[in-house]
């Protein structure tokens, strides 16, 4: 069976150890772990111990140990292709199908290990040799002292294209070949992958040697500065963090996971006493690796350099994580300063100054926000619709729909602070209209102002979205104020409204935060909506469910005076610049219908589920001929 160390690896992943051993064994819970008396002896007192983060049972005393796999062949009797196949039907996988050169590899698979540990050991000795003087020099301008350097393992790959076939003959050319030492190229003889470069070895969780990364020492070369092994039998740099096996141990202390960009920086950090930190292997945070890091801690910590690159590598790790997300388990990112990695930083201002970053990461939710509001100029209508599409975009890549509801809401109410900034507050005796008081007061609009609310043109007002509104508002009171500052914006641009939302806004001043009783609107202050076409005005519906309602309401009310006044704008260009205005202009008219399909879809959906609902209801009430019952 062509059973790689990357499929063990997901089946033991996917199946918790201690649920396995749960079944013919007693448990009992231990602070992370699990223990009992071992089934493997007799013994009266508990040395059985079971650890789902490790993976691995231990008994301290018979020494009996291994993973899950091990407990089905040990404990259950089974051979270890049964033991596979029974564990992966549990986890939802599929055996792959048998390959003879898969297991002819996987024969050989044992002596990739030694071939690993083989060269790590002759990089080792180069590193000290006459040859690796240049590679000692870069590490001491680096601040490695002695115990940083042997404990990452620092080697050195000299020059020549044969020196590893020449130093390891005990090991056959197509095993250098398969674990990515020696590149194999048609009609030429092979070579040496890494020459004249420092080298590192790369770790399984298990601590063995699977993979190497080198970097270039000769100065003027085109050659990549840092080089990785290729993917081999036992490298998947897609679903390996560098220094996991350190870091694991670390984050189980610390309570924290760090993510930073190089290899570098992780020793860089380490060498600061700061241990619990990982990173990729040259590519971008993946979603195996996410997944990983949530193995350990339920927000692990990205920090990558303060360039433009880190950046936007930070900016793709979030945006991986954005379908993955579920309770609990987020991403958080920590912006360093312009210009600076992890090392320079430690260098420049000590280790205070990272301490303090990690200490106060943002949010992902934080990092969305001011990433796409800073990614443009926000100076003109459309582009900070841009804005609110992009948001919008990042939201629907979350599959969770509690998360999804709660990011949009959340982005969507920035947004509206955003892009609708507040007035000047009325206080009193200050920038009164002339309708107000110094409290909340009963204005009357005049019959002519009634009369061109009820009639005004567009979408929203053939609906009654704006009375909706204003209704929606005053029945959920608790509202009022979060939409305030979009609300009072919106005031200025439309004058008949404007007395209902200052009465909305000064009455809301004077509730308490407890009260949630409804506002009592005068009579005559805004036309009254049809309510069975607004879900958040129907009797009976879920309270948060509405007040999400009323805010998707609230955006689309706030939107239309900012496409109507930027078609009025492209309108009035066409006597300079008619190609450009034209163009606007259907630009916009573009947006237009797409506000007008979202505004019919939202009151069409609501009403039909209203109307559902209804039916249901009254189906209950009465018997299934539709006759009432008794």
């Known amino acids: 069976m062509a059973l790689t160390p990357q499929w063990l690896d997901e089946l033991r992943s996917r199946v918790t150890l201690s649920s396995v051993i749960m079944r013919t064994t007693k448990l009992q819970k231990a602070g992370h772990e699990w223990k009992a008396c071992c089934p493997f002896h007799d013994e009266k007192s508990p040395s059985f111990t079971v650890s789902d983060q490790k993976g691995f049972y231990h008994c301290f005393g018979c020494g009996a140990h291994g993973d899950v796999i091990r407990w089905m062949i040990d404990q259950r009797g089974l051979q270890f292709m049964d033991a596979v196949k029974e564990l992966a039907a549990e986890a939802g996988m599929e055996v792959p199908a048998p390959d003879p050169r898969a297991a002819r590899r996987a024969e050989q698979r044992a002596g990739l290990h030694d071939v690993m540990q083989g060269a790590q050991d002759w990089f080792v000795r180069n590193l000290q040799s006459n040859s690796g003087a240049g590679a000692r020099d870069y590490l001491k301008s680096r601040g490695f002292n002695q115990h940083t350097i042997e404990r990452f393992g620092f080697g050195y790959a000299p020059a020549e294209r044969q020196a590893m076939k020449a130093a390891l003959p005990e090991f056959e050319e197509p095993l250098l070949i398969e674990g990515g030492l020696r590149i194999a190229v048609d009609d030429k003889e092979p070579y040496d992958r890494f020459r004249s470069r420092l080298m590192l070895p790369i770790h399984d969780v298990r601590g063995r040697v699977i993979a190497f990364g080198g970097r270039i020492l000769e100065a003027n070369t085109k050659a990549p500065k840092y080089l990785n092994s290729p993917d081999t039998p036992l490298f998947d740099k897609g679903r390996t963090l560098y220094n996991l096996h350190r870091a694991g141990p670390a984050s189980r202390q610390s309570g924290r996971m760090i993510v930073v960009e190089g290899y570098m920086d992780v020793i860089a950090l380490a060498a600061a006493g700061i241990e619990d930190a990982v990173a990729p292997l040259g590519t971008a945070l993946t979603e195996n690796q996410i997944e990983l890091l949530w193995r350990m801690v339920e927000a692990p910590i990205v920090c990558f350099d303060g360039d433009a690159a880190g950046q936007r590598a930070a900016m793709r790790a979030a945006t991986r994580a954005l379908p993955l997300l579920r309770p609990s388990h987020t991403l958080r990112i920590v912006r360093l300063p312009s210009g600076l990695d992890p090392d320079d930083l430690l260098n420049q201002k000590g280790r205070g100054a990272m301490d303090a970053l990690l200490e106060s990461p943002q949010s992902l939710l934080d990092t969305l926000w001011f990433h796409e509001r800073d990614a443009q100029p926000l100076d003109s209508p459309e582009s900070k619709a841009g804005l609110k599409a992009r948001l919008l975009d990042h939201v629907e890549a979350i599959a969770h729909p509690d998360i999804k509801a709660l990011y949009k809401r959340e982005l969507l ?154 078609l009025l704008a492209a309108t009035a260009r066409f006597e300079t610049d008619p190609e450009g205005a034209f163009a606007e202009q259907q630009r916009l008219l573009k947006r237009k219908l797409d506000f007008e399909r979202r505004l019919g879809q939202m009151v069409s959906e609501r009403a039909a589920a209203a109307a559902h609902s209804d039916s249901d209801r009254q189906t209950a009430e009465n018997g299934e001929d539709g006759t009432e019952t008794d």
């Open 413 to 566: 109410e920035r947004f509206s602070n955003f892009a609708f900034p507040p007035r000047q507050a009325h206080r009193s005796g200050q920038g009164k209209r002339p309708w107000q008081s110094g409290k909340p007061v009963n204005p009357l609009l005049s019959p002519d102002s009634k009369r061109r609310l009820r009639n005004a043109s567009g979408p929203a007002a053939k609906v009654g979205l704006s009375a909706a509104v204003i209704t929606g508002l005053a029945r959920h009171p608790g509202q009022i104020m979060r939409h305030a500052d979009v609300l009072a914006r919106y005031a200025a641009s439309d004058r008949n409204l404007a007395p209902a939302i200052d009465f909305l806004i000064e009455s809301a001043e004077t509730l308490e935060p407890s009260d949630n009783l409804p506002i009592c609107l005068p009579e005559g202050l805004v036309a009254p909506p049809d309510e069975t076409r607004f879900s958040f005005l129907r009797e009976g519906i879920d309270p948060k469910a509405a007040c999400d309602d009323l805010a998707e309401a609230v955006s689309l009310l706030v939107e239309r005076p900012a496409l109507e006044a930027a």
